[in-house]
């Protein structure tokens, strides 16, 4: 069964301080998204990479899949309190049409 | 002018009953899911319709039918409700199946069994 872990499943953080989120397996993927959920909301996307080493940046936040294409890593600088949310990153299977989840990341920002 | 829209929002019922959830995009999308997201908020892929024809079926109890009228709309029927099968169910839609196509979520459906 394939499996995408995330460290650290709770993060709760001052506003101002950096953190980053973990996203590993032993599988790899043809492309990893990451998505931001509201509690009574479904998940929105982020961003989505599709390149080994390949590193994205949305404004505050720095998207990086690893060079094997089996983890990746979402760096947030100075985070806020909007930032709060639960964290998913997803995989596309190989060869397949498949998108899997990871077991999420809770972050809480406070002011 | 919702995107992906699901109903009911929150459904709560008896073990034993058979009900059903709909979900209608109107992005013009080929491709429909229904996701699982239990207590622990882990999210799992149950079925995916492209142009109402389905391709991904997960180990899912046969008790869980969904059912695509046309591509615009993705229903979930549940039978015979056990109190496993309480958890949030979100439907999402994309403009084609996998690859690096961006799925557009719905608001869920929290189901409880009681």
């Known amino acids: 069964t394939q499996l995408l872990e995330q460290s650290p499943q709770f993060l709760s953080i001052q506003e101002g301080e950096n953190l980053t989120v973990y996203c590993n397996s032993s599988s790899v993927f043809s492309s990893l998204q990451w998505y931001r959920q509201e509690p009574g909301e479904g998940p929105v996307l982020l961003v989505t990479?599709?390149?080994?080493?390949e590193v994205k940046k949305l404004k505050r936040l720095t998207f990086q899949f690893g060079d094997a294409r089996k983890d990746s890593s979402l760096h947030i600088t100075a985070a806020q309190p909007g930032d709060t949310g639960l964290y998913l990153c997803a995989g596309l299977i190989l060869n397949t049409d498949k998108l899997i989840f990871g077991t999420g990341t809770r972050l809480q920002v406070f002011p | 002018d919702t995107a992906v829209s699901q109903t009911p929002k929150y459904l709560v019922t008896q073990m034993g009953n058979d009900k059903s959830i709909k979900c209608e995009q109107n992005?013009?999308?080929?491709?429909m899911y229904w996701y699982k997201q239990d207590s622990k908020k882990f999210l799992k892929i149950m079925f995916s319709?492209?142009?109402?024809?389905?391709?991904i079926n997960e180990t899912v109890p046969n008790r869980f039918s969904p059912k695509s009228p046309d591509k615009a709309h993705l229903n979930l029927h549940i039978n015979s409700l056990e109190l496993g099968d309480s958890a949030v169910y979100f439907c999402?839609?994309?403009?084609?199946?996998?690859?690096?196509?961006?799925?557009?979520f719905g608001p869920g459906t929290r189901l409880t069994v009681l």
């Open positions: 999402a839609s994309s403009q084609d199946s996998g690859r690096v196509d961006e799925q557009f």
């Open positions: 319709y492209n142009n109402k024809e389905l391709i």
């Open positions: 992005l013009g999308h080929d491709t």
């Open positions: 990479v599709v390149t080994g080493g």
